[in-house]
T-cell receptor, first 116, second 114 residues
Framework: GAGVSQTPSNKVTEKGKYVELRCDPI?????LYWYRQSLGQGPEFLIY????????DSGLPNDRFFAVRPEGSVSTLKIQRTERGDSAVYLC??????????????FGPGTRLTVL | DQQVKQNSPSLSVQEGRISILNCDYT??????FLWYKKYPAEGPTFLIS?????DKNEDGRFTVFLNKSAKHLSLHIVPSQPGDSAVYFC?????????????FGKGTMLLVSP
């Protein structure tokens, strides 16, 4: 079956602009996660959705970052007034849900965001 | 403050030999540990995991060892193959976060030469 897909694969924007990054999870996965991987670092957690609601957004760096998942499937990560420090690969993952144990997270290929 | 540390940025091994990748963690609430493998321009893919109730988990050529008292885990690949060349991330999770988030190390780039 299809894995997690992310669009666009690459996004170049100018400082101060607004960007949207899209994630299509694996069908049937109720949990969806966003991570950010900066150069030379491992992925860092941003936000986790359970269904339509953000269950944990403690990783969002500031209020310029926002994410939605209105129908419990596709999610959009939105970044306002982009800064050069936002340049990174943004990874999306999805999983089934069982809060009593770990659920394998399947990652998409990521969107490489470059802010000039 | 990094909670998951991979202190070796890179490792070079000859084909057929053993590769040993190390990882240390500081958060005592972590009780589930994973290794992910990542090729360029692809997302991380799950490789192997271990629960804190075990000290070893084996899957084919891959074995993960966990030393809870030392807060240390390692991934052994034997025999190493050129196709194993990739970046390997150690990650940890815990019941306190509902196992919903992963904390990753910075990764170790493994190069297996023929």
């Amino acid at each position: 079956g299809a894995g997690v897909s992310q669009t666009p694969s690459n996004k170049v924007t100018e400082k101060g602009k607004y960007v949207e990054l899209r994630c299509d999870p694996i069908s049937g996965h109720t949990a969806l996660y966003w991570y950010r991987q900066s150069l030379g670092q491992g992925p860092e957690f941003l936000i986790y959705f359970q269904g339509t609601g953000a269950a944990d957004d403690s990783g969002l760096p500031n209020d310029r970052f926002f994410a939605v998942r209105p129908e419990g499937s596709v999610s959009t990560l939105k970044i306002q007034r982009t800064e050069r420090g936002d340049s990174a690969v943004y990874l999306c993952a999805s999983s089934l849900t069982d809060p009593s144990s770990y659920n394998e997270q399947f990652f998409g290929p990521g969107t490489r965001l470059t802010v000039l | 403050d990094q909670q998951v540390k991979q202190n070796s940025p890179s490792l070079s091994v000859q084909e057929g030999r053993i590769s040993i990748l190390n990882c240390d963690y500081t958060n005592s609430m972590f009780d589930y540990f994973l290794w992910y493998k990542k090729y360029p321009a692809e997302g991380p893919t799950f490789l192997i995991s271990i629960s804190s109730i075990k000290d070893k988990n084996e899957d084919g050529r891959f074995t993960v060892f966990l030393n809870k008292s030392a807060k240390h885990l390692s991934l052994h690949i034997v025999p190493s193959q050129p196709g194993d060349s990739a970046v390997y991330f150690c990650a940890a999770s815990g019941l306190n976060s509902g196992y919903s988030t992963l904390t990753f190390g910075k990764g170790t780039m493994l190069l297996v030469s023929p």
